[in-house]
């Protein structure tokens, strides 16, 4: 069965760093999205990506973020300078429509800032 | 997008059915009614979808009531690994635009005991 991949399973990086978390969408899927996770808390929207452009993002994706999908397969989500509130699960999904349709999470990326 | 509530936790022992109930008062005429599960460290995952009456696949029911104000997910015979949390959300299956972003509440953290 298709599924959403993610990397790295873990990322630790000092504060002021930039990262790259790196995703694979499932290959037919053609609306992309970024979604956050602070221990203990809600899973968070951040971003949602659609015909190589950013559809809709949230307060939470500031300048400091950014997402590209650099080829037909990856799609990434940077964090140019990272805080320590940055600290979280960063989850990649995607869907084969933009409707209120079924998305597919990946397993996720645990990012720790120190 | 319409405001759900729904427990915060609940218990339950292997082999009992368990029902979750979901309000979802300002639910409007286009919105679906979709619960994911989540388990630990992972990213969410659907469980089902509706939109009135009820639904059925091989893991859960959906029982819909003619107001729609509501919902039950409904899992019958649940084991120890069926412990995660259970999101309900509800939102416009027609909207136009490429986004729709799941909006996640805190969920409901249903535990599985022998």
């Known amino acids: 069965e298709p599924e959403v991949t993610q990397t790295p399973s873990h990322q630790v990086t000092q504060m002021g760093q930039e990262v790259i978390l790196r995703c694979v969408p499932i290959?037919?899927?053609?609306?992309f999205y970024w979604y956050r996770q602070i221990l203990g808390q809600k899973v968070e929207f951040l971003v949602s990506?659609?015909?190589?452009?950013?559809?809709?993002k949230s307060e939470i994706f500031d300048d400091q973020f950014s997402v590209e999908r650099p080829d037909g397969s990856n799609f990434t989500l940077k964090i140019r300078s990272t805080k320590l509130e940055d600290s979280a699960m960063y989850f990649c999904?995607?869907?084969?429509?933009?409707?209120?349709?079924?998305?597919?999470f990946g397993p996720g990326t645990r990012l720790t800032v120190l | 997008l319409a405001k759900t509530t729904q427990p915060i936790s609940m218990d339950s022992y292997e082999g009992q059915e368990v029902n979750i109930t979901c309000s979802h008062n300002?639910?409007?005429?286009?919105?679906?009614i979709t619960w994911y599960q989540q388990f630990p460290s992972q990213g969410p995952r659907f469980i089902i979808q509706?939109?009135?009456t009820k639904v059925t696949n091989e893991v859960a029911s959906l029982f819909i009531p003619a107001d729609r104000k509501s919902s039950t997910l409904s899992l019958p015979r649940v084991s120890l690994s069926d412990t995660a949390v259970y999101y309900c959300?509800?939102?416009?299956?027609?909207?136009?635009?490429?986004?729709?972003?799941?909006?996640f509440g805190t969920g409901t953290l249903l535990a599985v005991q022998p």
């Open positions: 999904a995607s869907t084969t429509r933009g409707l209120y349709n079924e998305q597919f």
């Open positions: 290959s037919n899927h053609l609306y």
């Open positions: 990506f659609y015909n190589n452009e950013i559809s809709e």
């Open positions: 300002n639910i409007a005429t286009n919105d679906y």
């Open positions: 509706g939109y009135k």
């Open positions: 959300l509800v939102g416009d299956m027609n909207a136009g635009g490429a986004t729709n972003k799941l909006i």
